[in-house]
């Protein structure tokens, strides 16, 4: 069992953690025709938007109420009412993920109560789906959000339908980029499984070229998707942060879930595809087998680099979680861990301590490690201790190709082990030269 510190100091230095409302609005620009909504100052969507344009290099399509100082003080539904009627008077969308944030969640407007009034005076909308999301960002981080966010479309949006045998439902967490979603969508269909994927990340954030502009995300899960997942026989949780949206699945349809922490490393995927073998009866294919049999002889040759290397992580708790366990898996002592936020990983995490604290607790526990990992926030800390990092997390805007980055599968396990295995080598050669 780790011990879970929380430093007790009266201001954060260096921010790690990224707010709920960003988690949210990324969770939301997973579904189809959609657009996320702040409901707050026009500063807390501006700094939303200029984080996931960097980390993505895409455009964002993020609203906001634009709280003003007046209209905090009095209340802001004529601000939710005349953004939604703007917003489908110009974009027309099936969607809109609506996230409060810490200024409206402090004056305590009663957002439900808003969309209640709100459709009563307007009909016209009753097409159209709003999704409300809890999302303060004076607690909680970017992985709260996220998971608050598939919670409310679980909760609000399916419908009760006849099961049908090879649907289901896979909740995909905060850790998984587009690239992991899209590797996890071949692996589940190569077993004759129909997936709907809450959110689809890899086809609205994975860097593709459309015919034309749009004001709403172009790709992602479908409102009629979504509406149908009351029908699956089956849902698949991937990471701790959904097991909350996999429950309200379970009492609403009375659908079974497995939850899986992590897909990375060879015992973890061989886990998942049991279970894709169980559920649809058919043998795992002959490709997987060979990427089995290619991570192993990558493991082998790898293995060298890792043990007894001293990594040191300043992650969300999702993917400091399956990071971990990937590296001891390879022999690595874990040094340090830093993260943003509570989680039930936290104490089962296979490390003597856990700190839920900034990147200033970060530097002084990472002082003597080998390697860093974290986002690109981390690299001034790496610079000054003389460590390399590898970048991983939100944001990442120093490295090209983060909505295709893959870390999970055989594949990506072993893009992993090499990406980080060529650091550790260039570092053994450095100190030869050195000397």
Request: with cysteine.
């Given at each position: ?74 209340g ?23 996230c ?34 809890p ?14 966010a ?33 590797e ?31 004001a ?8 009629a ?23 309200i699945?379970?009492?609403?349809f ?32 002959e ?79 990472a002082?003597?490690s ?62 030869v030269?050195?000397?």
């Amino acid at each position: 069992m780790a011990i879970v510190t929380v430093p007790n100091k009266s201001l954060t230095v260096n921010p790690l953690k990224q707010s709920q409302a960003l988690g949210a609005s990324l969770a939301f620009l997973g579904l189809k025709g959609t657009i996320p909504l702040f409901h707050g100052s026009q500063g807390c969507t501006a700094f939303a938007k200029v984080v996931l344009v960097r980390h993505f290099r895409e455009a964002i399509p993020l609203a906001t109420t634009a709280m003003t100082e007046v209209t905090t003080i009095l209340g802001g539904e004529e601000n939710v009412e005349q953004a939604i009627l703007t917003l489908v008077e110009k974009s027309n969308p099936e969607i809109i993920g609506l996230c409060s944030t810490g200024l409206t969640e402090t004056r305590g407007d009663d957002i439900e109560g808003f969309l209640k009034d709100i459709r009563k005076r307007h009909p016209e909308l009753d097409r159209l789906a709003i999704v409300f999301a809890p999302t303060p960002d004076f607690k909680g981080a970017l992985q709260d959000g996220f998971a608050a966010a598939v919670e409310s479309i679980v909760r609000e949006v399916p419908t009760e339908g006849i099961t049908k045998p090879d649907q289901i439902t896979i909740l995909a967490g905060s850790a998984f980029t587009p690239g992991d979603v899209q590797e996890v969508k071949e692996i589940v269909t190569a077993f004759g499984l129909k997936p709907i994927f809450v959110p689809d990340l890899s086809a609205s954030l994975d860097g593709h070229l459309d015919d034309s502009y749009s004001a709403i995300t172009g790709g992602g899960t479908t409102l009629a998707e979504l509406r149908q997942i009351g029908s699956s026989a089956f849902t698949l949780a991937l990471g701790e942060s959904m097991r909350g949206a996999a429950e309200i699945l379970q009492q609403r349809f009375a659908i079974p879930y497995e939850l899986f922490s992590e897909l990375t490393g060879l015992e973890a995927m061989d886990e998942f595809l049991q279970a894709l073998s169980d559920l649809s009866g058919v043998s795992v294919p002959e490709k997987y087998r060979r990427q089995r049999r290619q991570l192993q002889d990558a493991m082998l040759d790898t293995h060298f680099y890792f043990g007894a290397k001293r990594v040191s992580l300043a992650l969300e708790p999702d993917l400091l979680w399956s990071i971990v366990r990937f590296l001891q898996s390879m022999g690595t002592q874990v040094h340090a861990t830093v993260t943003t936020t509570r989680s039930p990983l936290l104490e089962k995490m296979p490390v003597k301590n856990v700190t839920i604290g900034d990147l200033e607790d970060f530097e002084e526990l990472a002082v003597g490690s080998d390697l860093l990992m974290g986002n690109s926030n981390v690299k001034a800390i790496a610079l000054r201790l003389d460590i390399p990092l590898y970048r991983l997390g939100i944001p990442i805007y120093d490295r090209l190709g983060n909505g295709q980055f893959t870390k999970v599968g055989y594949r990506g396990t072993m893009q992993l082990l090499f990406d980080i295995g060529n650091l550790f080598l260039e570092q053994e050669e450095s100190r030869v030269i050195g000397h």
